[in-house]
């Protein structure tokens, strides 16, 4: 059983950045993020190996969100720049212990999330 704590989630204007943090439990393999807006569904944000080597972004936050990890912490970071009200959403780390994917149900374990909100 792997647990997944979220932090690093806020109130913060259009333009701005913030960098959330996963600190997992045990050894985990690949990471993802994802993001669910009221009323909307999970969707895929980023993801990231173990070795941290290869990542894949969502086209909507390419270029202004950057997943990475520290494995000897047990934690996976997401920088978010260039923040925009769309963005607003509660954010979700998860743990897929087999591969990579932008699928939600590949993934083994999840936190608890962390809320972002974008003002205008």
């Known amino acids: 059983q792997v647990q997944l704590v979220e932090s690093g989630g806020g109130l913060v204007q259009a333009g701005d950045s913030l960098r959330l943090s996963c600190v997992a439990s045990g050894r985990t393999f690949s990471m993802g993020w994802f993001r669910q807006a009221p009323g909307k569904e999970r969707m895929f944000v980023a993801a990231?190996?173990?070795?941290?080597?290869?990542?894949l972004y969502a086209d909507s936050v390419k270029g202004r969100f950057t997943i990475s990890r520290d494995n000897a912490k047990n934690t996976v970071y997401l920088q978010l720049n260039s923040l925009k009200p769309e963005d607003t959403a509660v954010y979700y780390c998860?743990?897929?212990?087999?591969?990579?994917?932008?699928?939600?149900?590949?993934?083994?374990?999840w936190g608890q999330g962390t809320q972002v909100t974008v003002s205008s």
């Open positions: 998860a743990a897929d212990l087999r591969r990579m994917s932008l699928l939600a149900r590949d993934y083994d374990y």
């Open positions: 990231i190996t173990w070795s941290g080597a290869n990542g």
